[in-house]
T-cell receptor, first 114, second 113 residues
Framework: DVKVTQSSRYLVKRTGEKVFLECVQD?????MFWYRQDPGLGLRLIYF???????EKGDIPEGYSVSREKKERFSLILESASTNQTSMYLC?????????????FGPGTRLTVT | AQSVTQPDIHITVSEGASLELRCNYS??????LFWYVQSPGQGLQLLLK??????LVQGIKGFEAEFKRSQSSFNLRKPSVHWSDAAEYFC???????????FGSGTKLNVKP
């Protein structure tokens, strides 16, 4: 069964802290994605990666960076967390080609920045 | 700008009743269209997709969706809702050559016993 796991379900951090969110997929997928989910706004793409060490900005990359050193792992980094980054963060993966949009999601990390 | 609109924020239906969730998109060409479902505390799961061809597509869990080009719509339907269908449903639009993927704001479905 396909699996996308995220390192934490809940996380509480202080303003200014550096925060790492980790995502691992076991499906050998080329593509990996980070979204944030906020009520009334749906999901918004932060970054995606189509190969190891490759990344592209999504719609809301400001305040975030990513790292993909291995195919199965995609990290989201908040360099200096702020309260407006309190949100649900979802990781997803997919194969290359037209199935880019057939994404498998992890359970999410609910991040609270105080 | 491209957008995906789900006009209903909340919908309540009785168990056994039929369901239709609305989705409209704005984009010049026909994009790839998707419906995802998110159960409480879970990530999203793909219900069904439309790329081309037959405009009525079948998905998992008894769901279907119909693409209507003239209305720029991709509405999700189910003939008889089960209590386990209570969840949040997201319509999504993909524009392949531009690697763009947009989600609607979601519709929360409540099912009355």
């Amino acid at each position: 069964d396909v699996k996308v796991t995220q390192s934490s379900r809940y996380l509480v951090k202080r303003t200014g802290e550096k925060v790492f969110l980790e995502c691992v997929q076991d499906m050998d997928h080329e593509n990996m994605f980070w979204y944030r989910q906020d009520p009334g706004l749906g999901l918004r793409l932060i970054y995606f990666s189509y190969d190891v060490k490759m990344k592209e900005k999504g719609d809301i990359p400001e305040g975030y960076s990513v790292s993909r050193e291995k195919k199965e792992r995609f990290s989201l980094i908040l360099e200096s967390a702020s309260t407006n980054q309190t949100s649900m963060y979802l990781c997803a993966s997919s194969t290359a080609g037209v199935t880019l949009y057939e994404q498998y999601f992890g359970p999410g990390t609910r991040l609270t920045v105080t | 700008a491209q957008s995906v609109t789900q006009p209903d924020i909340h919908i309540t239906v009785s168990e056994g009743a039929s369901l239709e969730l609305r989705c409209n998109y704005s984009y010049g060409a026909t994009p790839y269209l998707f419906w995802y479902v998110q159960s409480p505390g879970q990530g999203l799961q793909l219900l069904l997709k439309y790329f081309s061809g037959d405009t009525l597509v079948q998905g998992i869990k008894g769901f279907e969706a119909e693409f209507k080009r003239s209305q720029s719509s991709f509405n999700l339907r189910k003939p008889s809702v089960h209590w386990s269908d209570a969840a949040e449903y997201f319509c999504a639009v993909g524009i392949y050559n531009f690697n763009k993927f947009y989600f609607g704001s979601g519709t929360k479905l409540n099912v009355k016993p």
